[in-house]
């Protein structure tokens, strides 16, 4: 019996962890493309220029992409496992580049 017991604790923990390691991926949702591919597409079609390039706390360069004229943006990762590989996590439509982080202010915050 507590052989059965442990059978079923380490199919759940194994479960468990498979659905752990594949919630990255799930929430890619298939956005992830070839980084060279993907930056020229971001750069002709969309217009888009990278305005912050940055290391996340957890390892992997965040990317933010903004085309100026039309404030439509893009939200980029490219993990250290596979720096040939970019992500987008998130974009939109409306926005701007507020500061250019040395102090100087390119436009004031309506909010």
């Known amino acids: 019996m507590f052989k059965y017991y ?4 380490a199919s759940c923990v194994a479960v468990v962890a498979l659905v752990i390691n594949t919630l990255p ?3 890619q949702g298939g956005t992830c493309k070839d980084r060279k591919q993907a930056l ?21 360069i965040t990317l933010i992409h903004l085309n100026s004229k ?3 943006w ?9 720096p040939t590989v970019l992500c987008g996590v998130d974009s939109g439509t409306d ?3 507020l500061s250019t982080g040395d102090g100087s202010t390119l436009r004031k915050q309506a909010w």
């Not at 442990?6 to 604790?9: D, F, K, P, V």
């Not at 020229?40 to 390039?53: A, D, P, S």
């Open 6 to 9: 442990m059978l079923i604790l």
């Open 25 to 27: 991926s799930a929430a």
């Open 40 to 60: 020229r597409f971001l750069e002709t079609l969309h217009k888009e220029e990278i305005v912050f390039r940055g290391v996340s706390s957890i390892g992997h």
């Open 70 to 72: 039309t404030g439509a």
């Open 74 to 82: 893009t939200a980029s990762i490219i993990r250290v496992q596979d």
């Open 95 to 97: 926005g701007d580049l």
